[in-house]
């Protein structure tokens, strides 16, 4: 597989993972999101799956593995990583679901 065609398969799949919240892989909210009301959980979660705004800024590797965006005067970033099915390290093919969990985490700002 060429260079292109793995990170084609990766942008694919994060973008699955986004799209399809705790199906496609699992889904960590930080403290800072879980206190917020559930209203305003659930329109994070919203604009994290219908997260397009990708740049060579906040891609530059072409994955579709991270976004930030404002909500209601608050930054808003989510990261898509790459574990292995035990989740104790890193994923060695993270083109492959069968030995990777994706875990995505949405976080305010000022937790990162």
Known sequence: MTTNDTTTKIAALNDLCRTAMGVAGR??????????????QSAIREKVETFTAFTPDNDPYGERDFGAFDHKGQRIFWKIDYYDTTLTKGSEDPTDPKQTVRVLTIMLASEY
């Open 27 to 40: 889904l960590f909210q930080t403290q800072g999101i879980s206190a917020l009301p559930l209203a305003d």
